[in-house]
Protein backbone atom coordinates (compact mmCIF):
# COMPACT_ATOMS: atom_id res chain seq x y z
CA UNK A 1 0.00 0.00 0.00
CA UNK A 2 1.32 3.03 -0.71
CA UNK A 3 -0.89 5.55 0.51
CA UNK A 4 -3.12 5.42 3.76
CA UNK A 5 -6.40 6.19 1.95
CA UNK A 6 -9.90 4.98 1.63
CA UNK A 7 -13.08 5.86 0.62
CA UNK A 8 -15.94 6.91 3.43
CA UNK A 9 -19.01 7.71 3.04
CA UNK A 10 -20.83 10.11 4.88
CA UNK A 11 -24.24 10.74 5.98
CA UNK A 12 -25.41 13.92 8.01
CA UNK A 13 -28.93 13.20 9.96
CA UNK A 14 -31.09 15.43 11.69
CA UNK A 15 -31.76 14.62 15.63
CA UNK A 16 -34.26 11.75 14.68
CA UNK A 17 -31.94 10.30 12.16
CA UNK A 18 -33.87 11.37 9.27
CA UNK A 19 -31.18 12.45 6.69
CA UNK A 20 -30.35 15.61 5.95
CA UNK A 21 -29.90 17.19 2.07
CA UNK A 22 -27.58 19.64 0.84
CA UNK A 23 -25.93 19.42 4.25
CA UNK A 24 -22.74 21.41 4.44
CA UNK A 25 -19.92 19.07 6.07
CA UNK A 26 -16.24 20.03 7.39
CA UNK A 27 -13.70 17.65 8.46
CA UNK A 28 -10.67 19.32 10.28
CA UNK A 29 -7.64 17.15 11.66
CA UNK A 30 -6.89 17.26 15.15
CA UNK A 31 -3.74 15.26 15.42
CA UNK A 32 -1.70 13.08 13.40
CA UNK A 33 -2.53 9.44 14.23
CA UNK A 34 1.11 8.06 14.49
CA UNK A 35 4.01 10.10 16.02
CA UNK A 36 6.15 12.44 13.18
CA UNK A 37 8.58 15.47 14.31
CA UNK A 38 11.35 17.38 14.71
CA UNK A 39 14.22 18.54 16.56
CA UNK A 40 14.16 21.88 18.03
CA UNK A 41 16.48 23.98 19.85
CA UNK A 42 16.60 26.69 22.34
CA UNK A 43 15.96 29.72 20.47
CA UNK A 44 12.28 27.89 20.45
CA UNK A 45 11.64 29.58 23.54
CA UNK A 46 11.75 33.25 22.62
CA UNK A 47 10.72 32.59 19.02
CA UNK A 48 7.03 32.42 18.71
CA UNK A 49 6.68 31.89 14.85
CA UNK A 50 9.34 29.36 15.38
CA UNK A 51 6.68 28.29 18.10
CA UNK A 52 4.07 28.61 15.60
CA UNK A 53 5.27 26.70 12.51
CA UNK A 54 6.77 23.64 15.07
CA UNK A 55 3.39 22.93 16.85
CA UNK A 56 1.41 23.08 14.02
CA UNK A 57 3.11 20.51 11.92
CA UNK A 58 4.71 18.15 14.78
CA UNK A 59 3.90 15.68 17.92
CA UNK A 60 7.42 14.65 18.32
CA UNK A 61 10.57 16.40 19.60
CA UNK A 62 14.09 15.88 20.70
CA UNK A 63 16.62 18.41 21.26
CA UNK A 64 19.17 19.53 19.55
CA UNK A 65 22.17 19.66 21.61
CA UNK A 66 20.51 21.38 24.92
CA UNK A 67 20.06 17.83 26.56
CA UNK A 68 23.83 16.76 25.78
CA UNK A 69 26.63 15.76 27.97
CA UNK A 70 28.76 18.55 27.24
CA UNK A 71 25.73 21.12 27.22
CA UNK A 72 24.29 20.64 30.27
CA UNK A 73 27.87 19.89 32.40
CA UNK A 74 30.09 22.26 30.12
CA UNK A 75 32.74 22.36 33.89
CA UNK A 76 33.17 19.53 35.96
CA UNK A 77 30.58 19.43 38.59
CA UNK A 78 28.70 22.52 37.40
CA UNK A 79 25.45 20.91 36.32
CA UNK A 80 22.36 23.42 34.84
CA UNK A 81 19.57 21.85 33.40
CA UNK A 82 17.84 25.39 33.31
CA UNK A 83 17.54 25.27 29.44
CA UNK A 84 16.53 21.59 28.92
CA UNK A 85 13.73 22.23 31.71
CA UNK A 86 12.45 25.14 29.63
CA UNK A 87 12.22 23.24 26.61
CA UNK A 88 10.34 20.37 28.53
CA UNK A 89 7.66 22.80 30.22
CA UNK A 90 7.68 24.11 26.39
CA UNK A 91 7.10 20.98 25.10
CA UNK A 92 4.78 19.74 27.71
CA UNK A 93 2.16 22.99 27.53
CA UNK A 94 1.33 21.91 23.95
CA UNK A 95 1.16 18.13 24.39
CA UNK A 96 4.67 17.38 22.21
CA UNK A 97 6.35 14.18 23.42
CA UNK A 98 10.14 14.31 23.56
CA UNK A 99 12.89 11.32 23.04
CA UNK A 100 16.19 12.35 25.47
CA UNK A 101 18.68 12.38 23.18
CA UNK A 102 21.82 11.54 23.95
CA UNK A 103 22.82 10.11 27.57
CA UNK A 104 26.40 9.46 26.46
CA UNK A 105 27.78 10.28 23.06
CA UNK A 106 30.52 7.81 21.99
CA UNK A 107 32.48 10.40 19.74
CA UNK A 108 35.20 11.41 21.17
CA UNK A 109 34.97 14.75 18.67
CA UNK A 110 32.06 15.65 21.25
CA UNK A 111 33.49 15.61 24.43
CA UNK A 112 33.74 18.67 26.66
CA UNK A 113 37.81 18.87 27.30
CA UNK A 114 37.10 18.59 30.99
CA UNK A 115 36.20 14.75 30.18
CA UNK A 116 38.52 13.88 27.99
CA UNK A 117 41.47 14.71 30.39
CA UNK A 118 39.58 12.16 32.93
CA UNK A 119 41.74 8.98 34.32
CA UNK A 120 40.16 6.00 33.68
CA UNK A 121 38.68 5.31 37.04
CA UNK A 122 37.35 9.20 37.23
CA UNK A 123 35.49 8.45 33.64
CA UNK A 124 33.61 5.63 35.03
CA UNK A 125 32.72 8.30 38.23
CA UNK A 126 31.56 10.84 35.44
CA UNK A 127 29.66 8.23 33.08
CA UNK A 128 27.75 7.08 36.42
CA UNK A 129 26.83 10.59 37.42
CA UNK A 130 25.91 11.75 33.92
CA UNK A 131 23.23 8.25 33.65
CA UNK A 132 22.17 8.57 37.19
CA UNK A 133 21.38 12.64 36.75
CA UNK A 134 19.99 13.29 33.75
CA UNK A 135 17.84 10.03 33.32
CA UNK A 136 16.65 10.63 37.09
CA UNK A 137 15.75 14.11 36.38
CA UNK A 138 13.66 13.29 33.33
CA UNK A 139 12.46 10.04 34.37
CA UNK A 140 9.08 9.32 33.25
CA UNK A 141 8.55 12.35 31.10
CA UNK A 142 10.12 10.73 28.14
CA UNK A 143 9.46 8.28 25.49
CA UNK A 144 12.64 7.63 24.59
CA UNK A 145 16.13 7.73 25.56
CA UNK A 146 19.58 7.63 22.99
CA UNK A 147 21.89 5.75 26.19
CA UNK A 148 24.91 5.49 24.01
CA UNK A 149 24.86 7.57 20.58
CA UNK A 150 26.65 5.53 18.02
CA UNK A 151 28.32 3.24 19.73
CA UNK A 152 29.30 0.76 16.56
CA UNK A 153 30.87 3.81 14.63
CA UNK A 154 32.65 5.50 17.54
CA UNK A 155 34.55 3.80 20.72
CA UNK A 156 35.01 6.55 23.13
CA UNK A 157 33.86 5.17 26.15
CA UNK A 158 34.84 1.58 25.62
CA UNK A 159 38.78 3.10 25.01
CA UNK A 160 37.83 4.41 28.56
CA UNK A 161 36.14 1.45 30.19
CA UNK A 162 36.66 -1.97 28.37
CA UNK A 163 34.39 -3.54 25.57
CA UNK A 164 31.61 -4.12 27.45
CA UNK A 165 31.08 -0.33 28.68
CA UNK A 166 28.17 0.32 26.82
CA UNK A 167 26.74 -2.75 27.89
CA UNK A 168 26.98 -1.74 31.97
CA UNK A 169 25.83 1.71 30.63
CA UNK A 170 22.58 0.59 29.40
CA UNK A 171 22.42 -1.73 32.75
CA UNK A 172 22.75 1.54 34.41
CA UNK A 173 20.13 3.15 32.33
CA UNK A 174 17.63 0.02 32.95
CA UNK A 175 17.84 0.79 36.79
CA UNK A 176 17.16 4.23 36.59
CA UNK A 177 14.55 4.84 33.99
CA UNK A 178 13.01 0.91 33.30
CA UNK A 179 10.10 2.44 31.60
CA UNK A 180 11.57 4.48 28.92
CA UNK A 181 12.06 2.82 25.92
CA UNK A 182 16.53 2.44 25.99
CA UNK A 183 17.59 2.76 22.41
CA UNK A 184 21.16 2.46 20.60
CA UNK A 185 21.25 5.24 17.72
CA UNK A 186 23.47 5.30 15.04
CA UNK A 187 23.77 5.96 10.86
CA UNK A 188 24.68 4.16 7.75
CA UNK A 189 22.55 0.71 8.41
CA UNK A 190 19.63 1.53 6.08
CA UNK A 191 21.38 4.73 4.45
CA UNK A 192 23.53 2.45 2.29
CA UNK A 193 25.03 -0.83 2.00
CA UNK A 194 28.89 -1.09 2.34
CA UNK A 195 29.18 0.09 5.97
CA UNK A 196 31.13 -2.70 7.77
CA UNK A 197 30.34 -0.72 11.31
CA UNK A 198 26.75 -0.56 11.66
CA UNK A 199 24.91 -2.65 8.86
CA UNK A 200 21.99 -4.56 9.81
CA UNK A 201 23.62 -7.33 10.91
CA UNK A 202 26.25 -5.77 12.98
CA UNK A 203 23.51 -3.54 14.45
CA UNK A 204 21.93 -6.95 15.57
CA UNK A 205 25.02 -8.25 16.68
CA UNK A 206 25.26 -4.96 19.16
CA UNK A 207 22.10 -5.06 20.50
CA UNK A 208 22.29 -8.90 21.09
CA UNK A 209 25.48 -8.07 22.97
CA UNK A 210 23.63 -5.63 24.87
CA UNK A 211 20.68 -7.54 25.74
CA UNK A 212 22.58 -10.59 26.75
CA UNK A 213 25.14 -8.57 29.34
CA UNK A 214 24.09 -10.03 32.76
CA UNK A 215 20.93 -8.06 33.78
CA UNK A 216 20.10 -7.42 30.87
CA UNK A 217 17.80 -9.38 29.50
CA UNK A 218 14.44 -7.79 30.27
CA UNK A 219 15.66 -4.19 29.29
CA UNK A 220 13.25 -2.25 26.93
CA UNK A 221 15.12 -1.69 24.28
CA UNK A 222 14.80 -0.06 20.37
CA UNK A 223 16.68 0.30 17.49
CA UNK A 224 16.76 4.01 16.62
CA UNK A 225 18.37 4.80 13.31
CA UNK A 226 19.79 8.37 11.82
CA UNK A 227 18.58 8.02 8.12
CA UNK A 228 21.25 10.25 6.85
CA UNK A 229 20.20 9.95 3.09
CA UNK A 230 22.27 11.18 0.13
CA UNK A 231 19.72 9.26 -2.31
CA UNK A 232 17.62 6.86 -0.53
CA UNK A 233 18.22 3.05 -2.12
CA UNK A 234 14.43 2.12 -1.21
CA UNK A 235 14.82 -1.16 -1.51
CA UNK A 236 17.97 -1.95 0.09
CA UNK A 237 16.11 0.16 2.86
CA UNK A 238 13.51 -2.18 3.03
CA UNK A 239 15.00 -5.64 3.14
CA UNK A 240 17.32 -3.58 5.54
CA UNK A 241 14.37 -3.04 8.01
CA UNK A 242 12.74 -6.29 7.10
CA UNK A 243 16.59 -7.95 8.81
CA UNK A 244 16.46 -5.27 11.64
CA UNK A 245 12.46 -6.45 12.39
CA UNK A 246 13.31 -10.10 13.48
CA UNK A 247 14.86 -8.60 16.79
CA UNK A 248 11.49 -7.82 17.45
CA UNK A 249 11.89 -4.35 19.35
CA UNK A 250 10.28 -1.06 18.04
CA UNK A 251 12.10 0.70 15.29
CA UNK A 252 12.47 4.68 14.71
CA UNK A 253 14.18 6.61 11.90
CA UNK A 254 15.40 9.61 14.35
CA UNK A 255 17.09 12.04 12.37
CA UNK A 256 16.01 11.81 8.93
CA UNK A 257 17.43 14.29 6.08
CA UNK A 258 17.86 13.72 2.34
CA UNK A 259 20.15 15.66 0.23
CA UNK A 260 19.41 17.63 -3.02
CA UNK A 261 15.60 18.23 -3.86
CA UNK A 262 14.33 15.67 -0.75
CA UNK A 263 10.40 16.45 -1.67
CA UNK A 264 9.26 13.55 -3.61
CA UNK A 265 12.61 11.40 -2.00
CA UNK A 266 10.93 11.86 1.61
CA UNK A 267 7.68 10.77 0.09
CA UNK A 268 8.34 7.77 -0.61
CA UNK A 269 10.64 7.01 2.29
CA UNK A 270 7.42 7.65 4.06
CA UNK A 271 5.23 5.34 2.34
CA UNK A 272 7.35 2.43 1.80
CA UNK A 273 8.29 2.31 5.56
CA UNK A 274 4.74 3.48 7.10
CA UNK A 275 3.43 -0.65 7.11
CA UNK A 276 6.27 -1.83 8.53
CA UNK A 277 4.73 -3.31 12.32
CA UNK A 278 7.03 -2.55 14.08
CA UNK A 279 8.08 0.96 12.21
CA UNK A 280 8.43 4.77 13.65
CA UNK A 281 10.14 7.07 12.47
CA UNK A 282 11.66 10.47 12.88
CA UNK A 283 12.23 13.26 9.99
CA UNK A 284 15.34 15.57 10.08
CA UNK A 285 13.66 18.67 8.11
CA UNK A 286 11.95 18.52 4.95
CA UNK A 287 10.02 15.99 6.19
CA UNK A 288 10.63 12.39 7.27
CA UNK A 289 8.83 9.45 8.06
CA UNK A 290 7.23 8.91 11.35
CA UNK A 291 9.34 10.97 14.14
CA UNK A 292 12.05 12.89 14.52
CA UNK A 293 15.33 14.77 14.15
CA UNK A 294 14.84 17.97 12.27
CA UNK A 295 17.65 21.18 11.81
CA UNK A 296 16.02 23.87 11.07
Known sequence: MQTRKEKVRIQAIDEQGNPLSNATISIKQNKLRFPFGCAINKNILSNTAYQ?????????????????????????????????????????QHNIAVRGHNVIWDDPKYQSG????????????????????????????????????????????????????????????????????????????????????ASPAKYLQKLKEIQSFPGNANLRMGIGLESHFTVPNLPYMRASLDTLASANVPIWLTEVDVQ????????????????????????????GVRLLSCRR
Open 114 to 197: WVNSLSPNDFRTAVQARVGSVMTRYRGRLIAWDVVNENMHFSFVESKLGQNASSVIYNSAGKTDGLTTLFLNEYDTIEKSGDGA
Open 52 to 92: DWFTSRFGVTAFEDEMKWYSTEATRGQVDYSVPDAMMAFAK
Open 260 to 287: GNPAQQVRDLRCKNYNLPSYRASSNCSG
